[in-house]
């Protein structure tokens, strides 16, 4: 198998007709489909299917698309590094909106430093959702709070984080103590994430195991706009630390909740080691170095490295 029938098999795909892909790759189109029936061959399997509209492909040939384009960009950014003499490529890298105020900036500034010509792709999304994109090979590493979808993935457990409920002090209920424990919290007004949101999950567990229900008020999917109801008074919420650094602390008080089954496990999520780029395994490497660094300079609030 050569890396020049993977480039022809994907630009097909990609243009939908081998016309078209021969012309744009600069060979004859008979030349082209000899390479692509070479490859069929090899894998003993059929990857296209002509139709009255062109090519598509068939479900093995879906499945050798994403792998066949995952080998080009490797082998892509294995020539840039040799030909510049240092680690370059592109990597993605995933953080919930709970997270990217605390480490963000440290992680893109330690790129930076130690591996500028790698070039950085950040997306912010709910946990799920990046678990969704890691299995669909969207994202090579991200920073995840479950992995229940997870299909061969490395996963390296980071960091827990302890809960806080968070609101105006001057909120009816609100507790003014430094700890508290959650069935002091039946009478706060509370608002909180949906139950499609994995820091909701793990309230609700919480609460569940003292045998007390939350008296929630309104339930809204977006970290910025539940914070600005808080800042409004119109409600507490429970979030971990990490999610109140770009909160001026004036602005809000926050107690910790003393129980122990308050908290959220933080895992560094990839792809295998085998799938990751050169430039990916580095930063998956800088990843935990940061927010290692930052737990242990206090400056991730309410967090713990994982005993292992």
Request: proline residues 5%.
């Amino acid at each position: 198998m050569e890396l020049r029938q993977l480039r022809y098999f994907v630009r097909v795909v990609e243009l939908g007709s081998m016309g078209r892909a021969a012309s744009d790759l600069g060979v004859v189109t008979s030349a082209l489909s000899q390479q692509i029936s070479r490859l069929e061959g090899e894998l003993c399997t059929r990857l296209l299917q002509r139709t009255s509209a062109g090519v598509l492909p068939t479900d093995a040939g879906l499945a050798f698309l994403q792998q066949a384009q995952l080998t080009l960009r490797h082998a892509d950014d294995a020539v840039r590094a040799a030909q510049q003499a240092r680690l370059a490529g592109h990597v993605s890298v995933g953080l919930a909106p709970s997270t990217t105020g605390v480490l963000c900036v440290p992680f893109l500034e330690a790129m930076r430093t130690r591996y500028p010509d790698v070039r950085l792709r950040l997306v912010e999304s709910l946990s799920g959702n990046l678990g969704s994109m890691l299995n669909a090979r969207q994202l090579d590493v991200a920073v995840l709070f479950e992995t229940a979808s997870a299909r061969r993935w490395s996963v390296i457990p980071l960091l827990d984080e302890r809960l806080f409920v968070v609101g105006q002090a001057s909120l009816p209920g609100m507790p003014q103590g430094r700890r508290v424990r959650l069935g002091q919290l039946v009478d706060v007004p509370l608002i909180l994430p949906s139950h499609s949101h994995g820091l909701r999950a793990i309230v609700d567990s919480a609460f569940a195991r003292t045998k007390c229900e939350p008296r929630i008020v309104l339930e809204i999917d977006g970290l910025a706009a539940l914070m600005d109801a808080v800042r409004a008074g119109l409600g507490a919420t429970v979030q971990p630390g990490a999610a109140m650094v770009r909160v001026p602390h004036e602005q809000v008080a926050m107690v910790e909740i003393a129980d122990k089954s308050a908290y959220r496990r933080n895992l560094l999520a990839s792809l295998s080691d085998d799938e990751l780029s050169p430039a990916a395994l580095a930063a998956r490497v800088v990843l935990a170095d940061v927010a290692r660094t930052l737990v242990r300079a206090g400056r991730w609030p309410g967090a713990t490295l994982h005993e292992n």
